[in-house]
Nanobody, 122 residues
Framework: QVQLVESGGGLVQPGGSLRLSCAVS????????MGWYRQAPGKERELVAG???????NYTDSVKGRFTISRDNARNTVYLQMNSLKPEDTAVYYC????????????????WGQGTQVTVAS
């Protein structure tokens, strides 16, 4: 019942920008950490950016200064603003959220979006 729906991916030229969105829906008690991962062809999935419930964020070195992660807790949505995109940013981007679905079962578990393709090419 809990779903993470991503949007905003697509094709963009080097130096361009995209903004990814991920909305969490369903029966939710609370959300802790949220983040964005990506997986490029032939490579393992890596953490791109993460953000805590309180808004503290971290980034992988390759995107620092170019990407910004943010969240709207009222809308259960996390965003990834991607600027100055490079061809090496090309990957499938996955939204992740640690979610508890019940006050009786407070422990959080990870949920994943279906992934959205980001292609950076001339």
């Amino acid at each position: 019942q809990v779903q993470l729906v991503e949007s905003g991916g697509g094709l963009v030229q080097p130096g361009g920008s995209l903004r990814l969105s991920c909305a969490v829906s369903g029966s939710i008690f609370s959300i802790k950490d949220m983040g964005w991962y990506r997986q490029a062809p032939g490579k393992e999935r890596e953490l791109v950016a993460g953000i805590t419930k309180g808004g503290r964020s971290n980034y992988t070195d390759s995107v620092k200064g170019r990407f910004t992660i943010s969240r709207d807790n009222a809308r259960n949505t996390v965003y990834l603003q991607m600027n100055s995109l490079k061809p090496e940013d090309t990957a499938v981007y996955y939204c992740n959220a640690d979610i508890s679905i019940s006050t009786a079962i407070y422990s959080h578990r990870p949920y994943w979006g279906q992934g959205t393709q980001v292609t950076v090419a001339s």
